[in-house]
């Protein structure tokens, strides 16, 4: 079996947490500021003792992706996107949102550290070189994992020959893809586990649905959109406000009962409507009360289901691009160009068939060479590629056809 690593996505897969393979390769200062790393820790570490304006953090973080960068294409791997285009990504990561939509997490809100990418691709790579140590410190571990690496690849309808060799050196950088491309397929089938669940994630939709607390317009998309908690709260707390402005509104009323020079019918009229005032308030709150914890129970039995579509949907970003990269490391080698650029899935009907996104706007290519064009995304200086762009459709309404 491959070893378990961390989701790609994820809490785990941030800047600074990796164990170095290579120690030669270590960038040339790990003092240097991370964007994970507080001014203050920093300044502790360094000696210095006035804080970094955002500039100096700003370069600094910088020069650590560069860094980064160099060891990443030294020791095998490809970059996300083209290096020249680094300073454009990370002043403005918002306009590059679809190359960074892997590397984002689950909350799309924009993040200082989104553009942070390379540093990021080197500790999956370097995970990725510790298992193939792992599975070649025995011959017939070795033995085992190619045949599992042949059998994966024809899973995902992969038609390339892999060709692995025990001795890494004399492994072709080809099959060093192929084989992280097998990598990252079982990381993605680790996803694809609970989409057994399916049918009780139906029928969670269908109970929420036959409580009837959901809003004519509402689907569900919306209830589970990362936003919606936070709306939900700001609702409550109108709502609580709401009864607390009823309830100043009776004291004042009752206190106008006792005024003599308040005329008693028209006191009494005033009471009358603060009550109904409250009343209305307070049933508008319990309703919403009831509403909001029927969509918790909803979300609290379909969560493992959820994340894992989820983090299923966003790898196959990252297997996208790892197989768009095939046919440009057989250009650069020299050799017969692969004409396959689909990626099959196992995502079916209730999953992630669905999930196909259109090709990427151009905005980051890099410049096309002998008038060929690639619907990839950047690979390096010399790379051609296209980032991943588009968003997968709603997939269903309150009469609970999912």
């Known amino acids: 079996m491959l070893p378990s690593i961390p989701s790609p996505i994820y809490p785990d897969d941030t800047p600074g947490s990796y ?49 980064f960068h160099a060891i990443l294409t030294r020791t095998g791997g490809r970059p996300w996107y083209p290096i020249e285009r ?42 990725f070189h510790r298992h193939q140590l792992s599975v070649r410190s025995q011959p017939e571990s070795f033995s085992e994992h190619s045949s599992r690496c042949q059998k994966r690849l024809a899973k995902h309808s992969f038609a390339e020959s892999l060709h692995l060799e025990e001795d890494l050196s004399v492994q072709t950088e080809l099959s060093h893809w192929i084989e992280y491309l097998c990598f990252e397929y079982f990381e993605y089938e680790k996803f694809l586990q609970p989409k057994l669940s399916h049918q009780r994630y139906k029928e969670a939709w269908r109970n929420l649905v036959s409580t009837k607390v959901l809003r004519p317009d509402e689907t569900q998309d919306d209830i589970e959109a990362s936003g919606y908690a936070a709306a939900c ?44 005032e409250l009343d209305s308030a307070m049933k508008e709150y319990d309703d919403f009360q009831v509403r909001k914890n029927a969509i918790e129970l909803y979300k609290k039995a379909t969560t493992t289901y959820r994340d894992a579509r989820s983090g299923a949907k966003r790898h196959e970003i990252l297997l996208r691009w790892i197989r768009d990269q095939i046919p440009l490391i057989e250009e650069k080698l020299e050799l017969p160009v692969s004409t396959e650029d689909g990626l099959k899935l196992p995502g079916g009907d209730n999953w992630s068939a669905a999930y196909a996104p259109p090709l990427p706007p151009t905005q980051l290519s890099a410049p096309q060479k002998n008038g060929k064009k690639r619907t990839r995304l950047p690979d390096g200086p010399r790379g051609s590629s296209e980032e991943k762009g588009g968003s997968p459709p709603k997939r269903s309404k309150q009469d609970g056809k999912i």
């Open 19 to 67: 164990m170095h393979p290579y120690p030669h390769t270590r960038p040339e200062s790990e003092t240097r500021l991370s964007p994970t790393m507080s001014d203050r820790a920093f300044s502790f570490r360094s000696g210095l003792r006035r804080p970094l304006s955002p500039e100096e953090r700003y370069l600094r973080t910088l020069d650590r992706e560069k860094s």
């Open 86 to 127: 680094i300073e454009a990504v990370s002043m403005r990561p918002t306009m590059h949102a679809e190359i960074l939509e892997f590397w984002q997490g689950e909350v799309k809100e924009p993040k200082p550290g989104d553009w942070v990418v390379y540093e990021r691709q080197w500790e999956r790579w370097c995970r």
């Open 233 to 276: 709260e700001k609702e409550r707390t109108t709502l609580r406000q709401a009864v607390e402005i009823a309830r100043s509104n009776i004291l004042i009323a009752d206190r106008d009962m006792l005024d003599p020079r308040m005329k008693r019918q028209t006191a009494r009229r005033k009471l009358f409507d603060a009550q109904a």
